[in-house]
T-cell receptor, first 114, second 114 residues
Framework: EAGVTQFPSHSVIEKGQTVTLRCDPI?????LYWYRRVMGKEIKFLLH????????ESGMPNNRFLAERTGGTYSTLKVQPAELEDSGVYFC????????????FGPGTRLTVL | DQQVKQNSPSLSVQEGRISILNCDYT??????FLWYKKYPAEGPTFLIS?????DKNEDGRFTVFLNKSAKHLSLHIVPSQPGDSAVYFC?????????????FGTGTRLLVSP
């Protein structure tokens, strides 16, 4: 079974620009999560989709971040406009539905805002 | 306010010896804990877990111990191998989110030297 994939692997942008990250979950996984790790700190939850619905977006830092999961398949996370403090590694994870199930993580997108 | 804490940013051990990674938590509602392992440029992968009804769980060279009264858990790796060199994250599913949101520690970088 193919794992979670993320694109791009790296992105370097200037402050004020827009960046869109993409995540393709494992086929059949209804749950999709976004997390972020700022250098040296903990991996922090951003939001959780169940199919195409946002179940929990309590971790989204502010309204410059917009996540979508149209059709309940892949998801995008857009940052507009990007600020310096948005730099970090953005991880996507997916899991089966129903209670607690193992979350499988993608390799992450390293975002650098200059 | 960090609910899961890993106070050792790094640990170095020699091949064949025991590695002990520690984790403390503050939320008494947590009742399930996981350890994830992360290699550079890869996403975290699940390693081992423990339920709060147990005080020990063993899987091959890996054993996790849980001390509920102290709100402390530890991961033991015996014997340590160079391939174990990675960042290890302690995590707990947040019961307030139906166990969907993982709360992570800051990670401990383990280096096993030959």
């Amino acid at each position: 079974e193919a794992g979670v994939t993320q694109f791009p692997s790296h992105s370097v942008i200037e402050k004020g620009q827009t960046v869109t990250l993409r995540c393709d979950p494992i086929s059949g996984h209804d749950n999709l999560y976004w997390y972020r790790r700022v250098m040296g700190k903990e991996i922090k939850f951003l939001l959780h989709f169940v199919k195409e619905s946002k179940q929990d977006e309590s971790g989204m830092p502010n309204n410059r971040f917009l996540a979508e999961r149209t059709g309940g398949t892949y998801s995008t996370l857009k940052v507009q406009p990007a600020e310096l403090e948005d730099s970090g590694v953005y991880f996507c994870a997916s899991s089966h539905s129903g209670g607690f199930n193992e979350q499988f993580f993608g390799p992450g997108t390293r975002l650098t805002v200059l | 306010d960090q609910q899961v804490k890993q106070n050792s940013p790094s640990l170095s051990v020699q091949e064949g010896r025991i590695s002990i990674l520690n984790c403390d938590y503050t939320n008494s509602m947590f009742d399930y804990f996981l350890w994830y392992k992360k290699y550079p440029a890869e996403g975290p992968t699940f390693l081992i877990s423990i339920s709060s009804i147990k005080d020990k769980n063993e899987d091959g060279r890996f054993t996790v111990f849980l001390n509920k009264s102290a709100k402390h858990l530890s991961l033991h790796i015996v014997p340590s191998q160079p391939g174990d060199s990675a960042v290890y994250f302690c995590a707990a599913p947040d019961p307030n989110t139906g166990f969907q949101k993982l709360v992570f520690g800051t990670g401990t970088r383990l280096l096993v030297s030959p």
